[in-house]
């Protein structure tokens, strides 16, 4: 049974409105929690972390949320822009980093 | 060049044939990792090497066999493989394999098994 989950296999959004992408993870010694986003014919890059120990963290205009009684992490993407279509996978480590099968956002100009 | 280079980008073998994946990273990690990605599958880790030392075997078959040379380099070595094997090979390093710092990845290798 996999460790991490992205029950959303596709999100579309307008342009400009908030992309919510979510992941849901079942063991509670994660520690480490990390986005990443993808390019066809491109390697996954890094986007964003967050440590078990906050519940919010932000970088310009992606914003990651921790909840650990419910083992759910999310990605805020505000605004979002036609360059931000790609496939979003979500992260989490304990003794080695283990990845959902991603997300494919895209933005509708 | 920066970042984590991965060649060839595309490799086509036969099942008796023996090819090797090279990585290269240009950040000065001292950690290194081979990742499996299959269709609609979550990535696999298969090895783990931190500063030279292979630090992680996750029950690869020993049809495919890791080499790092130094800290800078990772090889993968293929032989007798089986079309199962076709999948998108990703080369990644991070500061140190502490997990608590974020694996930069290489743009894969697509391997076809035929």
């Known amino acids: 049974d996999p460790q991490v989950k992205q029950n959303s296999p596709s999100l579309s959004v307008q342009e400009g409105r908030i992309s919510i992408l979510n992941c849901d993870y079942t063991?509670?010694?994660?520690?480490?929690f990390l986005w990443y986003k993808k390019y066809p014919a491109e390697g996954p890059t890094f986007l964003i972390s967050?440590?078990?120990?906050?519940d919010k963290n932000e970088d310009g205009r992606f914003t990651v949320f921790l909840n650990k009684s419910a083992k759910h992490l999310s990605l805020h993407i505000v605004p979002s822009q036609p360059g931000d279509s790609a496939v979003y996978f979500c992260?989490?480590?304990?003794?080695?980093?283990?990845f959902g099968t991603g997300t494919s956002l895209t933005v509708i100009p | 060049e920066t970042g984590v280079t991965q060649t060839p980008r595309h490799l086509v073998m036969g099942m008796t044939n023996k090819k090797s994946l090279k990585c290269e990273q240009h950040?000065?990690?001292?950690?290194m990792y081979w990742y499996k990605q299959s269709a609609k599958k979550p990535l696999e880790l298969m090895f783990v090497?931190?500063?030279?030392?292979?630090?992680e075997n996750n029950s690869v078959p020993s049809r495919f066999s890791p080499e790092c040379p130094n800290s800078s380099h990772l090889f993968l070595h293929l032989h007798t493989l089986q079309p199962e094997d076709s999948a998108l090979y990703l080369c990644?390093?991070?500061?140190?394999?502490?997990?608590?710092?974020?694996?930069?990845f290489g743009n894969g290798t697509r391997l076809t098994v035929t």
């Open positions: 063991n509670s010694m994660f520690d480490y």
């Open positions: 967050i440590s078990s120990i906050k």
């Open positions: 950040l000065g990690h001292n950690a």
């Open positions: 990644a390093s991070s500061r140190d394999d502490r997990l608590n710092s974020p694996l930069h």
């Open positions: 992260a989490a480590s304990r003794n080695q980093f283990y």
């Open positions: 090497y931190n500063f030279k030392e292979q630090t």
